[in-house]
């Protein structure tokens, strides 16, 4: 069965700093791997995916993330962060040919003036 | 385009009582997903719909769950003798069939008391 682990429950970074949420998924095919933001009272929204090709995979409001198949890893990183940034971040996984989505618990970004 | 709508977008009943939420996907979007967000945690898969094909129900966390979806529209998600852990937020998503991508709505908050 697939799984997903996002190690940190809370991360706090300032404004302007780059940032690193860590992923990492169980799964013994190539998955399909997704980054999801919550913010407060809203939906989830889709930052970016990968499903296969290019390891380094770009997605909305300047995040990307990169699949790295030997650690099981997809951590998402941004350069410069915002204090719009500041939500609820969630790793998810896909099976190839089962739809639903096994998400982690989400890490919580807070981000100082 | 419109997105994904539910409703009620919040709702408080006492122990005991019924209660049925609704989601509307985005036009043209065969898929369907519920899925369940403890305070805190990640989201728990619930149940998928696919165009006519039976539904996957393995996430259902008991017989007191049930939801309905008419062809490729409304669905209805079901909690019959509502229990304080059924407290949660209640996430609804459509996608295309032949994507993996899914638009959530903005949820419905349940609240048991």
């Known amino acids: 069965a697939q799984s997903v682990t996002q190690p940190d429950i809370h991360i706090t970074v300032s404004e302007g700093a780059s940032l690193e949420l860590r992923c990492n998924y169980s799964?013994?095919?190539?998955?399909?791997l997704f980054w999801y933001v919550q913010s407060p009272g809203q939906g989830l929204q889709l930052l970016l995916k990968?499903?296969?090709?290019?390891?380094l995979v770009q997605g909305i409001k300047g995040f990307e993330a990169e699949f790295k198949r030997s650690q099981s890893s997809f951590n998402l990183r941004k350069p410069s962060v915002h204090w719009s940034d500041a939500a609820e971040y969630f790793c998810a996984v896909g099976a190839q040919g089962a739809q639903k989505l096994v998400f982690g618990q989400g890490t919580r970004l807070t981000i100082n003036p | 385009g419109a997105g994904v709508s539910q409703s009620p977008s919040n709702k408080v009943t006492e122990k005991g009582k019924d209660v049925e939420l609704r989601c509307d996907p985005i036009s043209g979007h065969t898929a369907l997903y519920w899925y369940r967000q403890r305070l805190g945690q990640g989201l728990e898969f619930l149940i998928y719909?696919?165009?006519?094909?039976?539904?996957?129900k393995s996430g259902l966390p008991s017989d007191r769950f049930s939801a309905e979806r008419t062809g490729e529209s409304v669905s209805t998600l079901t909690i019959q003798r509502t229990q304080q852990e059924d407290s949660a937020v209640y996430l609804c998503a459509s996608s295309q069939r032949t994507t993996y991508e899914q638009y959530f709505g903005p949820g419905t908050r349940l609240t048991v008391t």
């Open positions: 990968y499903f296969s090709g290019d390891t």
């Open positions: 799964y013994g095919a190539t998955p399909y």
């Open positions: 719909f696919q165009g006519n094909s039976a539904p996957d």
